[in-house]
């Protein structure tokens, strides 16, 4: 009864490189929700999916960050061209129903180094 | 629109003594509050939520935490701290409208002193 699995648990990019960062949502859910946790800061939403769809991506950064989810594999975070502020732990939480009482089930997180 | 405040981003106490970690939110529509847990290098796990049921929460680990409306508060409170308890800890909200798009405070560190 596995729960919502990321991967990989630990990246190191240089300045530049691109990021990709996975999540596979708990077995039955096809609700994703991304968040980032900066350095001493709380989460921030990113981005909301559903299978196929963008439900709503109002705390994505406008260029470099993109966000999928296929109908088939998991949920992907990509980050083009990183800078050092992309260095952040990046949460996927996932849940079973779009409105229900709101509770998320998250993953253990990819922390992101930017060299 | 909704929003989250965590007074005090770090809270030391001793092992035995009371917790108490302030959480004060705003929502323009009936919330449902969340405490949530980290440990180091880990995800969030849910500790209690309140959705307009009971105002009084009992969670994992001997926490409860009170929903006053007056106050637009949901502080999280144990009556003995553990070691094990050292963790951050974060407060978040959402609302029927905004379904499960949960709004987080800024976090609160709780040190347990020996």
């Known amino acids: 009864n596995a729960g919502v699995m990321q991967n990989p648990r630990h990246l190191v990019r240089r300045r530049g490189q691109e990021a990709r960062l996975r999540c596979s949502p708990m077995k039955g859910h096809s609700h994703v929700y991304w968040y980032r946790q900066l350095p001493e800061e709380g989460l921030k939403f990113m981005v909301y999916?559903?299978?196929?769809?963008?439900?709503?991506e109002s705390g994505m950064p406008k260029e470099r960050f993109s966000a999928e989810f296929p109908k088939e594999g998991p949920s992907i975070l990509r980050i083009q061209q990183v800078v050092r502020g992309d260095s952040a732990a990046y949460f996927c939480?996932?849940?079973?129903?779009?409105?229900?009482?709101?509770?998320?089930?998250f993953g253990e997180g990819s922390r992101l180094t930017v060299l | 629109a909704q929003s989250v405040t965590q007074l005090g981003s770090h809270v030391s106490v001793s092992e035995g003594a009371l917790v108490l970690l302030r959480c004060n939110y705003s929502s323009s529509v009936p919330p449902y509050l969340f405490w949530y847990v980290q440990y180091p290098n880990q995800g969030l796990q849910l500790l209690l939520k309140y959705t307009s049921a009971a105002t009084l929460v009992k969670g994992i680990n001997g926490f409860e935490a009170e929903f006053k409306k007056s106050e637009t508060s949901f502080h999280l409170t144990k009556p003995s701290a553990h070691m094990s308890d050292a963790a951050e800890y974060f407060c978040?909200?959402?609302?029927?409208?905004?379904?499960?798009?949960?709004?987080f405070g800024g976090g609160t560190r709780l040190m347990v002193k020996p």
């Open positions: 978040a909200v959402t609302n029927n409208n905004a379904g499960n798009m949960l709004t």
């Open positions: 939480a996932s849940s079973p129903r779009e409105r229900g009482t709101g509770e998320l089930f």
């Open positions: 999916l559903q299978k196929e769809n963008i439900i709503d």
